[in-house]
């Protein structure tokens, strides 16, 4: 389990009857996160290891500041291992990233808020072989077999939407949708780094939903008193 916890200090262009009240929040979240690697899954399968599913589920937080409609944060997640079996052998994914997020709430309604957000960070995936093990002693020691950890990274760029209600002061609960895409990753590399010959490329792409549970600073009393009503 990666957890990033992030802090966030948030800025807003205020004018006209905008609200200029400010606070902070923290939230741990739970959710699915595709991992958009279908070439790499194919090739896996066709030499033996199964098929590796598409989605897998990611455990995480973050946190960060906000003033008036804007907010500055972060969050970080892991991507919990998922695996498949084949007659060769087993293989397994996991994964793990981390975001800085900008956020604007064009909707404020007494105790719900609802963001635009942008995020931009950093993640990497990583693939894990394991072959069979053959059925006596004497095979083992005549052909001993091991495992292959196999590694991709990048960086990530996530749009998104989160929703937000206030269940009671200092305690908020919410969904996010996002949509993460990969820039710059490249083909999955051996452990040390070293490039592999006809290696597909790996990386993280594809929708995520996320639940959430949180705490920080009421918001519905101090918008109202911002507007003056």
Do not use: C, N
């Amino acid at each position: 389990m990666w957890w990033v916890i992030a802090v966030g200090v948030a800025w807003a262009v205020a004018h006209g009857q905008e609200p200029r009240s400010a606070g902070g929040l923290g939230y741990v979240a739970v959710g699915i996160q595709e991992v958009g690697s279908q070439e790499v899954w194919q090739r896996l399968e066709q030499a033996g290891y199964g098929m590796l599913p598409r989605t897998g589920f990611a455990i995480g937080g973050g946190g960060g500041g906000w003033i008036g409609r804007w907010f500055l944060g972060g969050e970080g997640y892991g991507i919990l291992e998922r695996e498949s079996a084949g007659s060769r052998g087993v293989a397994r994914y996991a994964g793990r990233y981390g975001m800085f997020t900008l956020g604007y709430a064009p909707v404020l309604w007494r105790g719900f808020r609802m963001w635009i957000l942008g995020s931009i960070g950093g993640g990497e995936l990583e693939v894990r072989l394991r072959q069979a093990l053959p059925s006596s002693f004497d095979s083992v020691l005549a052909q001993p077999r091991g495992s292959a950890l196999l590694r991709s990274g990048g960086w990530l760029f996530q749009p998104g939407i989160r929703a937000e209600l206030q269940l009671v002061p200092g305690l908020l609960a919410g969904v996010q949708l996002g949509y993460t895409v990969p820039l710059g990753w490249g083909a999955l590399r051996a452990e040390d780094e070293s490039t592999l010959a006809g290696a597909p490329t790996a990386a993280l792409r594809g929708g995520s939903v996320r639940i959430f549970l949180g705490g920080g600073a009421p918001w519905r009393k101090a918008y109202r008193d911002s507007d003056g009503h």
